[in-house]
């Protein structure tokens, strides 16, 4: 199972942590992906297909103290996020100005 964080702009957002199993994880993230945004993942994959996905990962809450780590954050109505993660992935994002924000 990987655990994916939710992350929308709504003021009472609690980062919620869900699990699916590897090909479910699979359709949300793209090979080397672990950031992903929903209008970008609904773009991919026809709403048949999405749909029990969907209502596995919201069944499948996972305590943020019971997490064993996080594999992918998945931002909802956050479009200004997306310029921080050209590649879609965490350990490569990146300052407005282009510059690593890790080093």
Do not use: T
Request: with cysteine.
């Amino acid at each position: 199972m990987k655990n994916i964080q939710v992350i929308d702009s709504a003021i009472n957002c609690v980062y919620d942590v869900f699990a699916l199993d590897d090909a479910e994880f699979d359709l949300l993230f793209p090979p080397g992906q672990d950031i992903a945004f929903i209008d970008e993942v609904l773009a991919r994959h026809p709403p048949h297909v999405l749909e029990p996905v969907f209502e596995r990962l919201w069944r499948n809450r996972v305590p943020k103290r019971e997490a064993m780590g996080l594999h992918g954050l998945l931002f909802y109505d956050l479009d200004e996020k997306k310029p921080f993660y050209p590649q879609r992935a965490d350990e490569l994002a990146v300052n407005p100005n282009g510059s690593p924000l890790r080093r």
